[in-house]
Nanobody, 118 residues
């Protein structure tokens, strides 16, 4: 059974940090590109960060460049999102995504809530 399970969300003050984790199982994790998306209330789901299957390439939304870092550990089948200098506009449900062959195969986690507020 394919599973992507996000964890690490919670309440944090502006300027604080969180690290999200996504534990994958049921597929060959090292062959998949991994992404973090987020969706705030009333907004469309947007791509936050992407990392290639080997970890050799990453991409970030302009709004998070310099603050967020995506990484992966293929030995542990886990992808991470380190979030620093958090802002209220970062508040959203964050989703883990796995893709293969340009979305021919595509999996989603159920999300973890990040709330940035004082």
């Amino acid at each position: 059974q394919v599973q992507l399970v996000e964890s690490g969300g919670g309440l944090v003050q502006p300027g604080g940090s969180l690290r999200l984790s996504c534990a994958a199982s049921g597929f060959t994790f090292r062959n998949y590109g991994m992404s973090w998306y987020r969706q705030a209330p009333g907004n469309e789901r947007e791509l936050v960060a992407f990392i290639s299957s080997t970890g050799g390439s990453t991409n970030y939304a302009d709004s998070v460049k310099g603050r967020f870092t995506i990484s992966r550990d293929n030995a542990e089948n886990t992808v991470y999102l380190q979030m620093n200098v958090l802002k209220p506009e970062d508040t959203a449900v964050y989703y883990c995504n796995a893709r293969y062959e340009y979305f021919r195969i595509n999996y989603w986690g159920k999300g973890t809530l990040v709330t940035v507020s004082s």
